[in-house]
Structures are given as C-alpha cells and as structure tokens.
C-alpha cells in the first residue's frame, strides 16, 4: 500500500505558507511504516521542534489502474475518508530552501493519520463537502472541496500518469489554510459535514 499526498492543493493553504500557485499538482509520497496504528496516538518525533497539523480529505483506491481519464475515475474508489499529514515545518522550510526531497519532513514514522473511512454514496457531492478540524474544542481548520485547485477525479487522471494505483492506496488530497503546530497533550477531532471520522491524542 501506497499514499499519495497532494500538496499546495487549496489557493487560501498556498498563500498562508508564501508557496507559489503550481502549475501541475505537486505530489509526494509517505511510506506505509508513516501510518499511525489504529487507536495509537500521535507522538512528537524528537527531531523536529514544529510539528504541524493538516487535515486532509483521502481518497481509498479500490482498483487497479494506470492512466485513468477522468471521466472514468470515480470508478477506482467507493470510499472517502478523512486523515492528518503531519509535518515537520521546520526540517521542510530547511529542504524546500535547498530544493531536496521532502521525505524526512512528510514521511516519518507516525506522519500520516488515516480516519475512518465511509461509502462515497452517503456523502452527496464529492466537490461540495465540508471538512474540519479542531484542535482542544476549537475549531482550527476548515475546508470544502469546492476549493480544491484539483479535484478527486483530475488527481486521478494526473497521479495514474506516473504511478499505477493500486487497491488499498490512499491518496491524501491537500490541506485548507489554519494549519498550525501540535503540542503535547492536544486532542485533534476531524468531521466531514459535521460528523466525526477521527480523533487523536498528541503524546
Ligand atoms: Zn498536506
């Protein structure tokens, strides 16, 4: 199992960070030892001082396919699910300024957070849902997928250009603004139109 992460995929998340609007998605990817064990907590890794939070909207691969068109790739997944890709800010302000690889900012061991996962048909449309985050009982992030730069089924066309999918991969669909830095002790709840799909303790 792999997991696809796109980044810079909402307007309003790019500027908060000064990143440049991309041309095509820009993607990366997280190992599978990066998943966060059911009911395990997340825990501060000790090599960064500023770990942030984005809450993202997954995507559960449910076919295999290469060069999919969009028109047809709502028939790789039949569930929607909602997650966390932490992040060391810090290391990865360091590797953005030299231009090398993300992998030890983004794929670290407990880095990707992977809800629950429900059926796509309970949703409604797939391009008008709402999704949030709070962090302690305030709400930190908020998102709706109207605002996505590309959309579930364009980042299918794009990412099975270069990588064939396969089932059971979970493709992380980019972070709204709000992101912010987790501390010991935080609880982080996430909803997709006002229902919970996780929560997670920071340790
Ligand atoms: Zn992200």
Redesign the pocket.
């Known amino acids: 199992m792999k997991i696809i992460?796109?980044?810079r995929n909402y307007a309003e998340h790019i500027k908060e960070l000064d990143n440049q609007r991309p041309e095509q998605p820009v993607l990366f990817m997280k190992p599978d030892s990066a998943v966060i064990l059911k009911n395990n907590p997340f825990i501060i890794p000790t090599f960064s001082s500023d770990i942030h939070y984005?809450v993202?909207l997954l995507v559960k691969i449910a076919k295999i396919g290469k060069h999919i068109a969009r028109e047809f790739a709502s028939d790789y997944y039949n569930e929607i699910g909602l997650g966390i890709?932490f992040?060391a800010r810090d290391l990865q302000t360091q590797l953005k300024a030299k231009g090398l690889p993300w992998e030890r900012a983004?794929g670290f061991d407990g880095s990707a957070m992977i809800g629950q996962f429900v059926d796509k048909t309970t949703l409604g449309n797939l391009n008008a849902l709402d999704f949030s985050m709070q962090k302690n009982g305030s709400t930190v992030q908020q998102g709706n997928t109207s605002d996505m730069l590309w959309k579930i089924d364009e980042l299918i066309e794009y990412i099975s250009k270069y990588f064939t999918l396969k089932i059971g991969d979970i493709i992380?669909t980019?972070?709204p603004s709000g992101v912010g830095p987790v501390t010991h002790g935080d609880q982080l709840v996430g909803f997709i139109n006002n229902e919970e799909f996780f929560s997670l303790k920071v340790k």
């Open positions: 992460c796109v980044g984005e993202e890709d992040t983004k992380f980019g972070t």
